[in-house]
């Protein structure tokens, strides 16, 4: 406590004057404890620095972007020669068809790749895609699931229409009975079905997925002529070095990607099997910087990266130590922490609470330790982070434990989280 961001709040301060709500987006919703910063200085490795100077173990990865350290100096010093020789051009450099090429090689369900910005250009490419290649209209997708910001899918529907949401038929994640119900319900106008690579739903605990529910979802797919999408634009990399259903033995026919396979630069990605070929060549889509040869450089450097280095195996016993340890601290000091997910994206929350403030003083007191972590969203690990870092951020949590413990009595509720409590939404 006693901590002064002074800069931050200057600068909180002037945004509300030249940006609407002094925020947009993620950043924006209020949703974490009030202490923690907005704006960053820079990053290095597996660390970002605040405005005010002050430094974090970064367990967020830019919400999943950094997967081989901020500033990696391989993959930057690809995207910097190439800055040099040109970026957005008036057409592609070959750096696309190398890249494509890669991709193909990688990812086993994938004959074709396309590229495009953000997450949310490759998940709306994907449905456009499933439309015009069975010529209907149903996207059945999973409540709750995050598949970007665009009208059809953006969590918070202020702004858009009932029709921005036309044709979509909702179903539980792992569940087969609801799954096969939304699919009968579509009928014969089924385009896809979507679904994350496992259930990294916001404030609740994350689940892997039931190989029997993604196999029948490919079974459903298969008997309706829809296509099947894996939207892996978050878990993507972290999970295997391919799609991350793969796993489990189901291949998509589509498979959307972004966040980290520019590690931080500005690149996404939908790749897609033989049966979806044509259709992807009949859609119209594109935008101004969708050719940008530095991201691919980038791309390029990290895929090599993801193919030539033992980085998964170290982030998954990274990952696992983590997990092993933290919840040694939180018995050790009276706690039962449900940690769910993959052990490479963690997650943690508090049993008995379900209004978050727990969870909210536990990472206010991590931050003040110097670990950046999240409340109520998945985590990231990266492949910069050391053995070193796991043992901060445990040092850190036994601290933020006790302090926990200190405070628990006299905790009050979180008003900005009232919502979670009073069974309405955000
Ligand atoms: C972040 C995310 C998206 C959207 O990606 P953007 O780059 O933010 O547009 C889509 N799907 C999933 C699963 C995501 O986590």
């Known amino acids: 406590m006693g901590r002064t961001n002074s800069r931050d709040q200057e600068l909180r301060t002037r945004a509300e004057a030249v940006i609407p709500g002094g925020m947009y987006g993620h950043q924006a919703t209020g949703l974490l404890p009030d202490d923690y910063p907005q704006f960053f200085e820079r990053g290095e490795g597996a660390h970002i620095w605040d405005v005010d100077g002050r430094r974090y173990l970064d367990l967020m990865c830019a919400y999943g972007p950094n997967l081989f350290g901020y500033a990696n100096p391989q993959i930057d010093a690809a995207f910097v020669r190439q800055l040099g020789l040109g970026d957005t051009l008036t057409g592609p450099t070959a750096l696309m068809v190398e890249l494509a090429e890669a991709f193909v090689a990688m990812v086993s369900h994938a004959d074709w790749a396309m590229f495009c910005k953000n997450g949310t250009d490759a998940t709306t490419m ?62 014969d106008d089924l385009a896809c079905v979507f679904a994350a690579p496992f259930k990294h739903d916001a404030f609740i605990d994350q689940a892997e997925p039931d190989p029997a529910y993604a196999r029948r979802a490919r079974e459903l797919c298969d008997a309706t002529g829809a296509l099947l999408v894996v939207d892996d634009v978050r878990a993507g990399l972290r999970l295997a070095r391919d799609c991350s259903w793969s796993r489990i033995g189901v291949q998509p026919d589509l498979s959307t990607w972004g ?168």
């Open 259 to 426: 966040k980290c396979i520019a590690n931080g630069h500005g690149l996404s990605a939908l790749l897609g099997n033989d049966k979806a070929r044509k259709a992807a060549a009949s859609i119209f889509v594109t935008g101004s910087f969708w050719y940008q040869a530095a991201p691919m450089a980038a791309a390029l450097e990290t895929l090599g990266l993801v193919r030539d280095t033992d980085y998964l195996e170290r982030i998954t016993a990274l990952g696992e130590r983590l997990r092993s340890g933290l919840d040694e601290r939180a018995s050790a000091a009276g706690f039962s922490l449900r940690q769910t997910g993959p052990v490479t994206m963690p997650l943690f929350l508090f049993d008995d609470d379900p209004d978050l403030r727990k969870g909210f003083c536990f990472s206010s007191e991590m931050l003040d330790r110097g670990v950046y972590v999240h409340p109520w969203h998945n985590m990231f690990l990266c492949a910069a982070m050391t053995d070193a870092d796991i043992e901060a951020f445990l040092d850190a949590a036994e601290g933020a434990l006790g302090a926990l413990k200190r405070q628990s009595p006299t905790l009050q509720p979180v008003p900005k989280l009232a919502f979670l409590t009073a069974g309405g939404t955000r």
């Open 126 to 187: 994907a449905l456009t895609t499933a439309r015009a290649h069975t010529r209907r209209k149903i996207v059945v997708r999973a409540k709750g699931a995050y598949h970007g910001a665009a009208p059809w899918c953006v969590p918070r529907p202020t702004g858009t229409i009932d029709t921005d949401r036309a044709h979509q038929i909702f179903y539980d994640y792992n569940e087969v009975a609801s799954l096969e119900a939304a699919v009968a319900q579509a009928g």
